[in-house]
């Protein structure tokens, strides 16, 4: 269903790192020292973030996209932004996905997109199809309204037009602003704290912000232990630690 | 078309019951065929670590799921409403492959209080027929919870099922379930340790004067060898339990209690990636002669057996009957009919409890059932409903399955979904926060069933099922009850601050929140063929060979989830093929 990436030698890569790491240092990435490095490495991230070619998406939606999601998660010393985590990464390479062409949906007609909202996704347009038209209809809908594209209006702005599509406030040509709006969000969130191995959540930042130990899988010793803070910091599947 | 070799049995699906049915049949000698429409899955090489601790994968793009780009199900609240397709996952999530919703269930492994095997008796009894609205339509299963003690507990020993006895042999035990039918042994293994979400709830629900106990588990407390000398390890609390295999063998699973026996019987076959479109019938329409399948291929394949045992899930097993034109389609407008009757549902409530930072809940420690702790006050008919005016309840649950972000990050009331507000709370709040839930049954209604839809086509261009579906006063009042309930427990656990996910009278059924995958009915079973599909041993009453085993022979919903009634009903009806049936084929009750 999915295509996502496999290597064989990931296991005995991550056992190794999970052998050759004694508790003493690991004990040392308490949440707070987490925090802290996941603040440091927030100019690394967005370095590498630049490099990344898309795919999928042209130029202009690079620019929407970069705009946008960096609002749905904006820089702060709380963890990394959107943007400093991967999440455009992470959505090109959806689009390349089973998911990304609509592969993992029910798309045949026909469609009856006004049905009500909670029999749930009615429309004809695959994630890819989606983000197409979304983002033109977005960006058309401010060039009418402020002479601009989406991503050449200062964050405040942004910020009030992504509040108006969650709104359902205003009427783009080809699609509804709150069903894009709540792909948008998701496919972010997704990005923000899937495994690293996807393009997103870079350097753990998104577990590393909130303390999620991402793929330790392993409580055994913790069972007898509740309401005890847990001190380990985050592993990937592909082995990276923190 | 093609026709292989008669066989004596054929199992339609390989998931749970399938699997149940096979082992149980297979020291018959006879010639048993499973017929799986998915792939041949595995602890290893399929749920192995790390790969498995991948919430993008399995958890949110559903990899263990029915592709629903190839098949689904229409939806619409009422007759006059046209369905449309449940085109992406939300509601409830479908088995596919060897294994079926067993792999990916969360283990939550309940017996029926006894009153809800002879519900309507039972209500009407202590109630008076009057107490039920008029277009609500429970009835008994034509199975008491004594005779189907053994096979409840024949299950739960296959499973290894982690839990404490509440009512042993008649006596009351402190720290199990005092509401429970009476258990003639213990559970096979003690409970898994309580997370700390759930032991906060049970301080606080016995202060209420509440019993609380450990959720029933089939996710393994220890090393465990079933009767078939399969063995179960320790279960880790690993947090990637629901929606995923288990990588550390302990999650019970068709994979993990029967398949290494099975699988090596060499009267037994497993024929994989062939999916049952009909189950065919002679010329007197009162005898099955065997299915007919799509293979690998895309051709189809026509199979003989003797028995055929429907085992392809609660909403499978429904449009096959269907599709195969067996026994008369429900009418929602004359009530009668039989097939796709009474469909229903189970509806949840939701109370995040979110602590201060001096409270570690650590929620990433968690297990799809273990270590959950319940209390079933309000369940059944526990409880007087008189004065409540609805019938049904659930259970109050207090814990968490796991911390997985993208699906189980909870904000607390008041966050904006996005943006600086957002971030902070998910950072301030993703340790402290656990939840309370109500888990509660859903009635069926006249008006609540399953046909086949009159658009909408799967890919191989058969009519999709489509449900009929949408909350009835009765259901709105218990969740306010158990809500009300639930709420007291998550105050009484001093919390900072808590949020409620209810549903409430003037709202729909919404298939993009997921609440359960327990759906129930449309192949119900019963004490008469006017209004039941199959008799009390799961055998349809107009063709004796076809036997159909799951949740579609509910007759109404539970409070509790379904896996465990289920296992014991297919192990009751099993036992009576194996020992009645096979010798002397016909109907097992007459009607
Ligand atoms: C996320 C999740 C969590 C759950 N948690 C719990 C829980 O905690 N407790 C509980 O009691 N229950 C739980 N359940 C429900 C539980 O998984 C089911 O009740 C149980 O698996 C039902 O067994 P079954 O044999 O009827 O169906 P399944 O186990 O689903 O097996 C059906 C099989 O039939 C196959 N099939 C379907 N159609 C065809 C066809 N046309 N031809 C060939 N093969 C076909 C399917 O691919 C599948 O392998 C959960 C379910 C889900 C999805
Ligand atoms: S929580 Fe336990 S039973 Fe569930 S998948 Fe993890 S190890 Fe297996």
Redesign the pocket.
């Known amino acids: 269903m999915t295509s996502k990436p496999r290597s064989p030698s990931r296991r005995d890569f991550l056992r190794q790192s999970l052998v050759a790491v004694p508790a003493v240092s690991l004990l040392g990435t308490s949440a707070i020292a987490q925090t802290q490095s996941s603040t440091a490495a927030t100019p690394a991230a967005a370095a590498t973030a630049t490099k990344y070619t898309p795919r999928y998406f042209t130029a202009p939606e690079w620019d929407f996209l970069q705009a946008a999601v960096e609002r749905l998660i904006p820089p702060n010393e709380d963890g990394p932004s959107a943007v400093e985590a991967g999440v455009p990464e992470f959505l090109d390479r959806q689009m390349e996905a089973a998911y990304g062409h609509g592969g993992l949906w029910y798309m045949q007609g026909p469609f009856v997109p006004d049905a009500p909202a909670t029999l749930g996704y009615q429309l004809r347009y695959t994630p890819r199809e989606f983000y197409r038209k979304g983002i033109a209809s977005v960006d058309s809908w401010c060039q009418k309204q402020h002479n601009q594209k989406f991503s050449a209006l200062p964050a405040e702005q942004r910020d009030a037009i992504l509040h108006q599509m969650e709104k359902g406030e205003i009427q783009l040509d080809d699609i509804p602003a709150v069903a894009f709006f709540t792909q948008l969000l998701a496919n972010t969130k997704e990005g923000y704290f899937a495994d690293p191995m996807y393009g997103g959540n870079r350097q753990m930042g998104g577990w590393k912000m909130i303390g999620f130990p991402g793929a330790r899988a392993d409580y055994a010793d913790w069972i007898e232990q509740p309401g005890k803070v847990y001190p380990f910091g985050p592993v990937s599947i592909e082995g990276a630690k923190s | 078309m093609t026709r292989m070799k008669p066989v004596d049995v054929v199992l ?7 699997a149940i049915i096979g082992m149980e049949l297979v020291d018959t000698g006879l010639k048993i065929l499973a ?4 792939a041949y899955r595995d602890t290893s090489p399929d749920f192995t670590y790390p790969h498995n601790a991948d919430e993008l994968a399995y958890g949110i793009r559903g990899e263990l799921f ?1 592709p629903l780009a190839r098949e689904t199900v229409t939806i619409r609240h009422n007759l006059n409403e046209t369905a449309v397709p449940y085109r992406q996952y939300g509601s ?11 792999i ?7 017996r029926p209080s006894p009153e809800d095997l002879e519900f309507h008796s039972h209500i009407s009894k202590r109630y008076g027929q009057k107490f039920m609205p008029e277009d609500m339509q429970i009835q008994d299963y034509g199975v008491t919870y004594d005779e189907l003690e053994p096979f409840l507990d024949q299950f739960e020993y296959l499973c290894g099922t982690s839990g404490r006895a509440g009512n042993l042999n008649g006596e009351i035990k402190d720290g199990g379930n005092p509401f429970e039918g009476v258990r003639k042994r213990e559970y096979p293994n003690p409970p898994v340790a309580d997370n700390y979400g759930a032991k906060l709830f049970a301080d606080a629900a016995r202060s209420k004067g509440y019993k609380p106990f450990p959720q029933p588990s089939s996710n393994a407390s220890r090393p465990y060898t079933n009767p078939h000398g399969v063995r179960l390890g320790p279960c880790n609390l690993c947090g990637y339990c ?2 995923f295999g288990c990588f550390m063998y302990s999650k019970a699973s068709p994979q993990t209690t029967i398949l290494p026996v099975l699988m090596r019987k060499p009267n037994f076959e497993l024929r994989t990636n ?4 009909k189950i065919n019938l002679d010329s007197s329409g009162k005898r099955a002669t065997g299915v007919t ?1 799509i293979d690998a291929q895309g051709q189809q394949v026509e199979q003989p057996a003797d028995l055929v045992i429907v ?4 909403m ?1 097993n429904v449009r ?1 009957m269907l599709m195969s034109g067996i026994g008369a389609p429900y009418d929602p407008k004359t009530g009668k009919g039989v097939i796709g009757k009474n469909y229903a549902y189970q509806m949840m409530s939701n109370v995040n409890v979110f602590f201060d930072k001096d409270v570690a809940i650590n929620p990433f420690i968690g297990a ?2 273990g270590g959950n702790q319940i209390i079933d006050e309000f369940n059944s008919d526990h409880f007087d409903h008189g004065p409540h005016g609805f019938v049904g309840g659930g259970y109050i649950l207090g814990g968490q399955t796991g911390g997985r972000p993208i699906q189980q990050l909870l904000v607390p009331p008041g966050t904006p979904a996005w943006g600086e507000k957002w971030k902070r709370a998910a950072k301030d709040s993703y340790l402290h926060t656990t939840g309370v839930q109500s888990h509660g049954s859903v009635m069926a209604y006249r008006d609540r069933y399953l046909d086949l839809d009159p658009t909408y086509k799967d890919a191989f261009g058969l009519p999709l099922l489509r449900i009929t579906f949408d909350w009835h006063d009765n259901e709105y009042k218990m969740t306010q009850f158990l809500t009300d309930r639930a709420q007291e427990i998550a105050d009484a656990m001093k919390p900072r601050q808590t949020s409620q996910t209810i549903r409430k009278p003037g709202g729909h059924y919404d298939v993009r929140q997921y609440q ?3 759906t129930t009915g449309g192949v119900i079973q019963g004490t008469s063929p006017e209004t039941s599909a199959l008799n009390r041993f799961q055998q349809n009453w107009d063709v004796h060979n076809v036997f159909v ?3 579609s022979a509910f007759p109404q919903n539970l409070g509790y ?4 009634l ?1 296992g014991g009903l297919t192990y009751m009806s099993v036992k009576a093929i194996r020992e009645t049936y096979l010798k002397n084929p016909g109907p097992l009750v007459q009607a």
């Open positions: 339609v699906g390989f998931g749970w019951t399938g017929l799986e429409r998915g029915q409830f999530l479908l088995g596919n492959n060897v294994g079926g919703a067993g990916h269930w969360n283990g939550q492994h309940y629901e929606r062939s999916h049952v479109i399948y085992s392809a899930f609660q499978h096959l799809g059932s359960t995958t327990h085993t799951g949740a989830n379904p896996t465990g289920i």
